[in-house]
């Protein structure tokens, strides 16, 4: 059973309570499995030019209104600070944005840890600050129907004016949907609220919707705060975009400094992720992988690590382990629910393969992370600093993220064995940040909103 197959068959429309035709697709809808896209930066030199776009693309942006229904193709937009402000949003509305948000990715640099090579001076020129506007993304099920779905996207960018196109990207992935180092990519993800489907096994209870849709009640029982006025942050969310350039074969050079044979290569690797590399986790798995399993929607997330405090089946310290610990104890306390995300992330470039070298490593391989909530950029820094950057959550001291983490001098990895546990030295930034940017994601409605004419002149988005 695939996972869209799966997802129709647990939607029920009587159970809805959010305005799906307000909220955009992108949202809900998870990617296809195999899947392509693009990912498109543009850049507005002129208002009226802008908002004349933003118009006419929201004609082409699909609602979650069917949401769990086939579709060869959709697009998401979203819009970033220098964007509104260029776009001659009121600055009543730009100043009830967070304050993450107005300074913009690369001015937050030092609370997320962008340091060293993952500095914003090495970033994309697309993703220099003020660069990035408005962000497009495209995913189909197809090259034939992407091609479509990007001549009418570029066809309404070439008909416009005063907006530039200052990057694009494409990526795609097979039926596997494997990431830059062979692994099944996006398999957890949270059930929301009012969005009428219920969880699946391991997804425990759903998350209330206004942890991913502004205007909804959140965990804490009210509604996080959003943009004014209403008909702008209403069935809103906000996106964070990340792209890494990975390092796959330093990668496997690391595995294979540290494990003889092929088998303890690809149990290290998991240990390193928290799954193998079919999606099989660790914790159902410990020993050996289980492609079945880990192509099955209703079995590969159906576990917790409650069963497994020590951290012999998973480590502590494993990517995936450290960025939804569940069940977990942790040495500083957090509610791992007001934390969840929806991800979006997208491959790009050649798949992963065992022989793979460093010298292989040009660039030409990574991932867009990308993921949504209402809370985004409480939640990346918090990330970051923490679950990513530092180990004193889960009592390991400055050892961090083994896939995502970076690490300015070789670093460490624990593995928990009987007697004594096992250390890993030698660790290195397998993933470089290459640019991003804090994204809001506005309801269709506020789309319209923000293309409206006005009477005021658009500030200068310097």
Known sequence: MTFLTDLKARFVREHVTLA????????????????????????????????????????????????????????????????????GVPEASLSSFPLPFQQGMAQRAEQLRDVGSNAPEHWDDAFQPGACHIALTIYARDEAALDVAINKAMGELERSHGVTLVGKHVFGADEEARNPFGFR?????????????????????????????????????????????????????????????SQAGAFNDFIRSQAQDEAAQDLLAAKLVGRWRSGAPLTLAPEHDDPELGAD???????????????????????????????????????????????????????????????????????????????????????????????????????????????????????PETPVRRRIDGVTTFNQLRGGEYLFMPSLSALRWIAAERDIAAPSSE
């Open 297 to 415: 929607p209703r079995r590969n997330n159906d576990f917790d690590f409650s069963k497994d405090p020590r951290g012999l089946m998973c480590p502590h310290a494993a990517h995936m382990r450290r960025l939804n610990p569940r069940d977990s104890q942790l040495t500083i306390l957090t509610d791992v629910n007001i934390h969840r995300i929806i991800r979006r992330s997208s491959t790009f470039g050649p798949k992963w393969r065992r022989e793979l070298t460093a010298s292989d490593d040009q660039g030409e391989r990574g991932i867009y992370f990308i993921f949504i909530s209402a809370r985004a950029y409480d939640t990346i820094e918090f990330f970051q600093q923490e679950w990513i950057n530092r180990g004193n959550f889960i009592d390991l001291a400055t050892e961090r993220d083994p896939m995502v983490g970076l690490h300015e001098t070789p670093g460490s990895f624990t593995i």
């Open 185 to 245: 990519d996006s398999i957890s993800q949270p059930a929301i609220a009012g969005s009428g489907v219920a969880p699946l096994p391991g997804q425990e209870r759903s998350i209330a919707a206004g942890e991913f849709i502004l205007g909804e009640n959140s965990e804490t029982g009210a509604p996080v705060a959003m943009p004014d006025p209403p008909e702008l942050g209403r069935n809103g969310s906000f996106v964070v975009l990340r792209k890494y350039e």
């Open 20 to 87: 799906l035709d307000d909220i955009q697709a992108l949202i809900l809808r998870a990617r296809p499995e195999p899947y392509v896209g693009i990912h498109a930066m543009l850049h507005i030199d002129d208002a009226a030019g802008g908002r004349d776009l933003i118009r006419r693309m929201a004609d082409h942006t699909p609602s979650a209104a069917g949401w769990t229904d086939d579709r060869d193709a959709w697009m998401g937009m979203a819009l970033s600070f220098q964007g509104l402000k260029a776009l």
